[in-house]
């Protein structure tokens, strides 16, 4: 529960993640999590071409980076 702030990036470069479906894709998602829900986030991640990937998500007692390859 709490605040959940997730950025994103080329693994090798400086391509940023981008999220939303919006003409200008967000840069980052900041989301809160109430105490004792399900929650669920729709969202789009937009990347500007193949590559590897990763998410850095950051939570208030944690962080997690998650990778993946866009073909």
Do not use: M, N
Not at 21 to 45: I, N
């Amino acid at each position: 529960s709490g605040p959940i702030l997730i950025r994103g990036r080329a693994i090798e470069g400086s391509s940023a993640v981008g999220f939303g479906e919006g003409r200008t894709p967000y840069d980052e998602l900041q989301l809160y999590a109430e105490p004792g829900k399900v929650h669920e986030w729709a969202s789009f991640t937009r990347v500007p071409g193949p590559g590897c990937y990763a998410y850095q998500v950051d939570t208030a007692g944690s962080s997690a980076v998650i990778s993946f390859i866009v073909r």
